[in-house]
């Protein structure tokens, strides 16, 4: 069962514009985590955001984190071409169970 | 360098052919788990495992068997493959467990006719 779910699928925009990508979840969560994999390879950890915590920022990324509306967004700002990939959240069963659960991920093309 | 391993990368097999896809990571990581990706599916958990011989179901564990003998070592056992096993495989590995920041190896591209 998928616990987080990515929204949109797909998502094209120019370099230089900013990337706004939204995962939503069914229970409560201790974290939640967003990752990037560029094509057929390894999954990379972007940011890791606690339930208490509303907002984090690395770089151009931003996150944020609504725990009433079971809700995140990832806000990648002055996008780059190499900012092509797709991206996933994860989150927790607040621990509940010993397993991440992924979203299906949102597939971000960046033109040049 | 701080990485997980796997091996092999790329693997096409027949139908009932058993076969064993490793995983290693040189971190001193607990927490270790296997993956599948699927089109349209995302990622799912296999298995996972907290520490040396504690193991535990994940989301589709149907046809797989794990071991964890060494801390550093996870390997994934199809023991009868079939061709709805046909996927790309990802072993993790965290220092804090699942809720904790994930290392993902590189990908086995597994093909079973």
């Known amino acids: 069962s998928q616990q987080g779910e990515e929204d949109p699928q797909a998502l094209s925009i120019q370099e230089g514009e900013n990337a706004t990508m939204n995962c939503s979840y069914k229970?409560?969560?201790?974290?939640l985590q967003w990752y990037r994999q560029n094509s057929g390879r390894g999954l990379v950890h972007l940011i890791l955001?606690?339930?208490?915590?509303r907002e984090k920022h690395s770089g151009r990324l931003r996150v944020t984190l609504d725990t009433s509306k079971k809700s995140s967004s990832l806000l990648i700002t002055a996008s780059r071409a190499a900012d092509t990939a797709s991206y996933f959240c994860?989150?927790?069963?607040?621990?509940?169970?010993?397993?991440?659960?992924f979203g299906k991920g949102t597939k971000l093309s960046v033109k040049p | 360098e701080a990485q997980v391993t796997q091996n092999p990368r790329y693997l096409i097999t027949v139908t009932g052919k058993k076969l064993t896809v490793t995983c290693s990571q040189n971190?001193?990581?607990?927490?270790m788990s296997w993956y599948r990706q699927d089109p349209g599916l995302g990622l799912r958990q296999i298995y996972y495992?907290?520490?040396?011989?504690?193991?535990d179901k994940g989301d589709v564990p149907e046809g797989y068997k794990v071991s964890r003998k060494e801390k550093r070592n996870f390997p994934l056992i199809l023991e009868s493959p079939s061709p709805n096993q046909t996927s790309l495989y990802f072993c993790?590995?965290?220092?804090?467990?699942?809720?904790?920041?994930?290392?993902f190896g590189p990908g086995t591209r597994l093909t079973v006719t």
């Open positions: 993790a590995s965290s220092r804090g467990g699942f809720t904790a920041e994930q290392y």
């Open positions: 229970t409560s969560i201790n974290n």
């Open positions: 955001i606690r339930s208490n915590e």
């Open positions: 994860a989150t927790d069963y607040g621990g509940s169970q010993g397993n991440l659960i």
């Open positions: 971190m001193n990581h607990e927490y």
């Open positions: 495992s907290m520490n040396v011989e504690v193991t």
